[in-house]
């Protein structure tokens, strides 16, 4: 016979591998975070150093220039927002799927249902994170790309 101390390990150690995996997906999740973090720096940087210039009022392509350059700057802060936003909502779920693991088993009821659907939840909140991720990128290179072909106009004139 299986003593009962052997069973709650048996059981705990059980629980412990089913959480693994999403422990794995929130460790990929914080890496994310910190990516995108380190975007909206770099954006709320570029913005200071343009709300900083002083233009004087007769150089109206430049202030034109900066005006749009910031309004595209804000707009890629908010993208990095929300792409920080679902990256957060998606850890919250994931943690939310590790504690029910082990409240199923430590209060004994059924929760396969709400496991379930925080997992999908917390798959459709990575996958928008990952689009607005992609989208921040479209922007930087849509951008990056504009200015190179500027320059090279500028060059032959």
């Known amino acids: 016979m299986i003593e009962p101390h052997t069973s709650i390990i048996s059981t705990i150690s059980t629980l412990i591998e089913l959480a693994v995996a999403p422990v794995f997906l929130l460790a990929g999740v914080a890496g994310l975070l910190n990516v995108f973090i380190g975007r ?15 233009i004087p009022e007769n150089e109206f392509n430049k202030k034109d220039f900066f005006t749009k350059r910031r309004a595209f700057l804000v707009m890629r802060m908010q993208n990095t927002n929300l792409a920080i936003f679902f990256c957060t909502a998606t850890g919250l779920m994931v943690s939310l799927v590790i504690i029910t693991i082990f409240f199923t088993a430590i209060l ?8 379930s659907m925080l997992f999908v939840l917390a798959m459709f909140s990575l996958i ?3 689009l607005l991720f992609l989208r921040e990128i479209y922007f930087t290179t849509s951008y990056i790309k504009e200015k ?6 500028n060059l032959n004139k």
């Open 40 to 54: 909206l720096t770099r954006i709320i940087d570029k913005l200071e150093r343009i709300d900083s210039l002083e």
């Open 108 to 115: 004994s009821f059924n929760a396969q249902t709400l496991i």
């Open 128 to 130: 928008v994170a990952l």
């Open 148 to 153: 190179k072909e500027d320059h090279s106009f």
